[in-house]
């Protein structure tokens, strides 16, 4: 059965501290592995992976995936409230636009 | 990427009733995907709707639980029926509509059914 795995559930940090935010996955026809930030309702897009060792960076955001062993990494540097959220990790099965979820990593930056 | 908006935001429902959530895109796609997000779980397909044909439903999914329209390129409705207390979840619509196909969400539907 195909799954995606965040880790950890749940984190609490100071502003100013560095994340790093795990994103595991078994699935058969991977294409793709996608990060979402959820601060309310609607996950907003982050970033689209699909080749293994290349960095997607935006601004204090960043992530990369690792095709052979299968996982992913988002970092966040000198974070700051505004980056409390839930995280999400999606995977793509190829051929079918079908994403499949991970429970997701929930932040909370203190002031 | 794609502007995308809900209708209702939220609403609070009785047992047994049933209730219609639109989707409307500012742009015309071809995939529209429906996904369910219970109390602290993560996000479930529930179906995906291609403009011209039946909705697909993932496994657990009915389409006389959710029955689903999608009258052209821009729009798409999913109707939450006979509701139970367990279907009290966000209802989100999402579409494929970037470069690499990435999947933009709407804004989401709030649904409490008492």
């Known amino acids: 059965e195909d799954k995606v795995v965040q880790s950890p559930l749940s984190l609490v940090v100071h502003e100013g501290d560095t994340v790093t935010l795990n994103c595991s996955y078994e699935?058969?026809?991977?294409?793709?592995l996608l990060w979402y930030k959820q601060e309310k309702k609607a996950p907003t897009f982050l970033f689209m992976l699909?080749?293994?060792?290349i960095e997607k960076k935006s601004g204090r955001l960043s992530s990369i995936l690792d095709k052979k062993e299968l996982f992913s990494i988002l970092n966040i540097t000198a974070t700051q409230t505004g980056d409390s959220a839930i995280y999400l990790c999606?995977?793509?099965?190829?051929?079918?636009?079908?994403?499949?979820f991970g429970t997701g990593t929930r932040l909370k930056v203190l002031a | 990427s794609a502007v995308i908006s809900q209708k209702p935001s939220r609403d609070i429902c009785q047992r047994g009733t049933s209730l219609t959530i639109q989707c409307q895109v500012d742009?015309?796609?071809?995939?529209m995907f429906w996904y369910r997000q219970q109390p602290g779980q993560s996000l479930t397909l529930i179906a995906t709707?291609?403009?011209?044909?039946?909705?697909?439903?993932e496994s657990g999914f009915v389409i006389d639980k959710f029955p689903i329209s999608r009258p052209n390129l821009t729009f798409s409705t999913l109707t939450v029926s006979n509701m139970s207390p367990e279907d009290s979840s966000i209802y989100l619509c999402?579409?494929?509509?970037?470069?690499?196909?990435?999947?933009?969400f709407g804004p989401g539907t709030r649904l409490t059914v008492l």
């Open positions: 709707a291609n403009q011209g044909s039946e909705a697909t439903y």
């Open positions: 999606a995977v793509e099965v190829r051929g079918t636009y079908k994403y499949i």
């Open positions: 999402s579409v494929a509509a970037g470069g690499d196909r990435e999947q933009f």
């Open positions: 742009s015309q796609v071809t995939m």
């Open positions: 699909t080749s293994s060792g």
């Open positions: 699935v058969t026809n991977f294409r793709s």
